[in-house]
């Protein structure tokens, strides 16, 4: 068997006083694909920097075969020492090394070799990063979070380039897709220690689980076994004194050992609640033949959708294509250049923005929490103490006053979240919110959309966070022959979009998108099914029900205004009593004819 590439042994470092790493190891032989996986904050870029030679541990060995080449792509790239994106990709090359490659690279990844780096994007950053560490195809290569701020085109990009490449990998990365590809075995970092599986990371998670089931398991077995000691030492024979005292050692003993493995098993767990509201109207958002250009850059050509309550949906595309701006047309943020967008009755909406530019380097992160409240926050309807929702999020009391800029990719990404979910909401529209979190952060996410009571507007890069939540998918589609073809909306997720995509052109991909603006229950089919056009009375109440939807929202908002005096009802009970009952009747009345309008629509579109 050939000797290891580089190896780690007994590594142990302490940050502040706190251990970080107690007794992590690795080894890396040729060819092998690992992927490292953690909690954010468990060590993970930390090791892979000692691993790459730019952190000294404390304490422990790291051995690196003679003339063995290692690259390492960091998380936040530097480039500012360097005049043009091809200077700084060259400087990664040794000096046997072919500049054909880095060419190609540069190429392959859509960046201007000419360019200067400032005022580069985070994406166009990663692509010449990624570009200088693979260029000399190293004998290691070490990627930490490589497909942060990449498109969807670019990592199914770096998925394929990876396979197929002769260097040892390390890979740390939330997008389990990208894991599942390409690793073909797992290092775990968990409270400081390494953990080996013989598998890739499509094996992990279930491991995972079932080492904590294990761990519970022989916590409670420990547990008893004190029991049974202490009550030996209550009950047995005194004259046996010397055998008691040995006894009473090792009880001593097998209590510091529960105590720590109870300590080392309470790993604190992050919390995710949404502050609930009164629920919006059953149309959320209805975008009509919509328009957009920035000068002859056609972002959007006659567009159209509706979204209904409680959906999921997910915009996906390349860097450019226009997903926020999409995102921003149909939240209302931006005007459209031709068509109409309309926004439901009683929408309260919580943003997370992608590029956290909503956060202030200089708030401390109670600050950036609290939002101005004080000391309380609401949290899923509850009022909690500002030091307990940080704890839900996984940071510490001594952090409350730590300003923003001082923070990780991961941690900044939480309190994204915590200001977000502490806002009541019944649309949440979501940015990148994938970006910087680790993999165990991303399960509750999901696991908080798919029982918000809300609806959801989401783009992403995440394949496989976009299976498991989304209900419909908006997908660019770079090879359609006309611009009104460029935005289709599809039925489930990403792997969804691109089976109905497959094979499609014309006339099916137009049906694709009336079938898909909103997804038919049974009933409504069989109903589509049984008739060959409207009746007079549908057409009639097709017409109709826009304008007395209208109506209710300006009769509702009037109640709502007159009910909001404070005084009201100690003036006039009698007015009070019969305003609060016309707004309940017109709010059922408004969910009635909104229920029965996208029916109807939905019915015309498919005898259309």
């Not at 529209?429 to 996410?445: A, K, R």
Request: glycine share 8%; net charge negative.
């Amino acid at each position: 068997m050939a000797p290891p590439l580089v190896q780690m042994k007994e590594i142990r470092l302490t940050f502040g006083g706190t251990p970080l790493l107690t007794n992590a190891e690795l080894t890396l032989s040729e060819g092998e694909r690992l992927c490292l996986v953690g909690r954010n904050g468990s060590g993970k870029s930390t090791f892979l920097k000692i691993l790459a030679g730019d952190v000294h541990a404390d304490h422990g060995e790291r051995f690196l075969q003679p003339d063995t080449t290692l690259r390492y792509l960091p998380q936040e790239p530097d480039l500012s020492a360097f005049d043009t994106i091809r200077d700084y990709v060259i400087a990664g090359l040794n000096e046997t090394d072919d500049p054909f490659r880095a060419d190609y690279l540069i190429d392959a990844l859509k960046l201007d070799g000419a360019r200067e780096p400032v005022n580069l994007s985070g994406g166009e950053i990663r692509r010449a990063a990624l570009a200088r560490v693979m260029a000399p195809e190293p004998d290691i290569l070490l990627l930490d979070e490589p497909t942060n701020h990449l498109d969807l085109p670019a990592i199914e990009w770096l998925e394929s380039e990876l396979s197929r490449t002769a260097s040892a990998l390390v890979l740390i990365s939330h997008d389990r897709t990208f894991l599942r590809a390409l690793s073909r075995g797992t290092v775990w970092l968990d409270r400081g220690i390494t953990h080996r599986i013989p598998q890739g990371f499509g094996g992990f998670e279930e491991w995972r689980d079932q080492f904590f089931e294990d761990e519970e398991k022989s916590i409670h077995k420990m547990k008893q076994k004190i029991a049974m000691e202490e009550d030996w030492l209550r009950y047995g024979v005194t004259a046996r004194r010397k055998r008691n005292q040995k006894r009473l050692g090792a009880l001593i003993q097998l209590r510091a050992d529960h105590a720590q493995r109870k300590t080392d098993a309470n790993r604190p767990d992050l919390e995710m609640k949404a502050s609930p509201i009164e629920q919006s109207g059953r149309l959320v958002i209805e975008a009509n033949e919509v328009s957009k250009a920035y000068g002859d850059n056609t972002i959007l050509d006659g567009f159209s959708i509706k979204i209904a309550r409680g959906e999921c949906i997910a915009i996906v595309g390349p860097n450019g294509a226009g997903k926020t701006t999409l995102l921003n047309i149909l939240t209302g943020e931006n005007e459209p250049d031709a068509g109409s967008v309309r926004l439901g009755s009683n929408l309260e909406i919580a943003t997370l923005d992608q590029t956290r530019a909503m956060l202030s380097d200089e708030w401390t992160l109670k600050q950036a929490i609290s939002q101005g409240t004080g000391d309380m926050v609401n949290a899923g309807g509850q009022t909690k103490h500002i030091m307990s929702y940080l704890k839900d999020f996984l940071f510490r009391p001594e952090q409350a006053n730590t300003p923003i800029g001082n923070l990780s990719g991961g941690e900044r990404g939480r309190v994204m979240l915590a200001r977000a979910l502490s806002r009541p909401s019944n649309l949440m529209v979501l940015d990148e919110p994938t970006n910087d979190l680790d993999i165990e952060t991303l399960d509750l996410l999901q696991e908080l959309l798919s029982t918000y009571e809300g609806t959801v507007i989401l783009v992403s890069h995440d394949r496989d966070f976009i299976d498991r939540v989304a209900t419909s998918t908006i997908a660019y589609d770079a090879d359609a022959k006309r611009p009104q073809e460029k935005w289709q909306v599809y039925a489930g997720g990403y792997s969804d979009m691109l089976t109905q995509r497959a094979g499609k052109t014309g006339e099916t991909r137009k049906a694709d998108k009336t079938a898909n603006a909103i997804r038919k229950t049974e009933p409504q089919a069989r109903s589509a099914r049984s008739a060959n056009k409207l009746s007079f009375k549908q057409e009639h109440a097709l017409k109709a029900l826009p304008d007395e939807i209208d109506k209710l929202e300006n009769d509702i908002r009037k109640l709502a205004d007159a009910l909001s005096d404070p005084g009201l009802y100690e003036r006039d009970p009698a007015r009070f009593e019969k305003y609060t009952k016309a707004l309940t009747a017109r709010q059922t009345r408004l969910e009635a004819a909104e229920t029965e309008w996208l029916e109807l629509e939905e019915l015309r579109e498919s005898l259309a």
